[in-house]
């Protein structure tokens, strides 16, 4: 049996993160801005009296299929989703169009017949035929790899 993961959409592109790594799923409502956040801050919000920061991954996790994606973002609105998670011991969320589903997938060290590894996946994990990347938190914060 493999390890449970979260896997999710974001800019076009498939994803998943440890669900050990995931706190709590919350949609994405009240996202407040904040003057002069610089990228990827989206903003903050509150959740249980405590104010947690939202990124937004989608220039870094973004695959080709980006512009796709963003058009299509308008009608899957209602689908986009907060994953609140924790980093250097703080929660902060991130902001995704979708959470697909909680799945078991059997983690890869991404080499051998894999394409290569993107910059922000600290491997892939698969699923029969299925290999999504599995995103790294520091690489995704720190801006690369």
């Known amino acids: ?5 979260v896997s999710f959409g974001i800019g076009g592109s498939r994803w998943c993160i440890p ?17 002069d956040a610089q990228a ?3 903003g ?3 959740l249980h009296s405590d104010v947690i920061p939202v990124v937004d991954l989608r220039e ?16 899957g609105e209602k689908r986009r989703r907060i994953l609140v998670v924790r980093h250097g011991g703080r929660p902060f ?5 979708e959470v697909r589903e909680l799945v078991d997938l059997e983690a890869g060290p991404g080499t051998g017949t894999v394409p290569s590894l993107p910059p922000c996946a600290a491997g892939f994990a698969f699923r029969g035929d299925e290999m999504l990347p599995i995103l790294d938190l ?4 720190g801006g690369g790899g």
């Open 1 to 5: 049996m493999g390890r449970r993961f």
């Open 19 to 35: 669900v050990a790594e995931v706190v709590q799923i919350v949609r994405h409502e009240n996202v407040h801005g904040l003057p």
């Open 40 to 42: 990827p801050v989206a």
């Open 44 to 46: 903050v919000i509150t």
């Open 60 to 75: 870094r996790l973004a695959s080709a299929g980006a512009a796709a994606g963003a058009a299509g973002a308008a009608a």
């Open 93 to 97: 969320g991130i902001l995704v169009d």
């Open 138 to 141: 520091a690489r995704a914060m």
